[in-house]
Nanobody, 125 residues
């Protein structure tokens, strides 16, 4: 199983970015894919996740109404649309996967089995 995150960059406060996670080696519909982030000196935290078979989602309170997660199962890709970005959103963002059976989408870092390399998002003027 391989996950590859991309789309990070430098953006001004209030701006938008779209992250993408391309997944290979699995059938995406059998998995929950999550986005996590880790800021310097802080623990990794869950941001959002999606059960790709039925579109059930999870969002951390800090990103609700600003971030939107979606999946394109035909392209084995999960996107994270980020709007109204704040300096506090600055972090390395990772995507991760876990088997969907018997699980709901969550931000539980320890619950995910497969991780990709991160992509850096910097929100600064």
């Amino acid at each position: 199983v391989q996950l590859q995150a991309s789309g990070g960059g430098l953006v001004q406060p209030g701006g938008s970015l779209r992250l993408s996670c391309v997944v290979s080696g699995i059938t995406l519909e059998d998995y929950i894919i999550g986005w996590f982030r880790q800021a310097p000196g802080k623990l990794r935290e869950g941001v959002s996740s999606i059960r790709t078979r039925d579109g059930t989602t999870y969002y951390a309170n800090s990103v609700k109404d600003r971030f939107t997660i979606s999946s394109d199962n035909a392209k084995n890709t999960v996107h994270l649309e980020m709007r109204s970005l704040k300096p506090g959103d600055t972090a390395v963002y990772y995507c991760a996967g876990r088997i969907a059976r018997y699980h709901y989408p969550s931000g539980d870092v320890g619950g995910y089995d497969y991780w990709g390399a991160g992509t850096l998002v910097t929100v600064s003027s």
